[in-house]
């Protein structure tokens, strides 16, 4: 994650034997942007599998996507080039959920 004041923080996938309890790869780096009062600007999540090599991009599952937004819908994330998901592009998140819930309520805030 990159912050508006240039930090770079990051973070990992946390593994738990019940998968409720499981956390995405970018929670903790938007935990850190909480804490240091940071405005998250951009994201990108690089997730390496065992079984999947090297490594592919992921866009933020929906529940990040809600954390981010808390920054304004132009945070950008990275989506997967569809022919290459080593390689990514930037999207803002009003690009990534073009109809997303909260507009409707915010038009003049976003
Ligand atoms: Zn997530």
């Given at each position: 994650?990159?912050?508006?004041?240039?930090?770079i923080?990051?973070?990992?996938y946390?593994?738990a034997?019940?998968?409720?309890?499981?956390?995405?790869?970018?929670?903790?780096?938007?935990?850190?942007?909480?804490?240091?009062?940071?405005?998250?600007c951009?994201?990108?999540?690089?997730?390496?599998?065992?079984?999947?090599?090297?490594?592919?991009?992921?866009?933020?599952?929906?529940?990040?996507?809600?954390?981010?937004?808390?920054?304004?819908?132009?945070?950008?994330?990275?989506?997967?080039?569809?022919?290459?998901?080593?390689?990514?592009?930037?999207?803002?998140?009003?690009?990534?959920q073009p109809?997303?819930?909260?507009?409707?309520?915010?038009?003049?805030?976003?």
């Amino acid at each position: 994650m990159y912050t508006e004041t240039g930090r770079i923080l990051t973070s990992v996938y946390v593994d738990a034997l019940n998968a409720a309890a499981c956390l995405c790869h970018e929670t903790g780096a938007i935990c850190e942007a909480h804490r240091l009062n940071e405005r998250i600007c951009a994201s990108v999540c690089v997730s390496k599998e065992e079984t999947v090599e090297p490594f592919v991009i992921l866009t933020p599952c929906g529940i990040c996507q809600e954390r981010l937004a808390y920054w304004g819908l132009d945070v950008e994330v990275g989506v997967p080039d569809k022919a290459d998901p080593t390689q990514y592009h930037s999207l803002k998140l009003r690009e990534v959920q073009p109809y997303y819930w909260r507009q409707i309520y915010s038009e003049n805030e976003e």
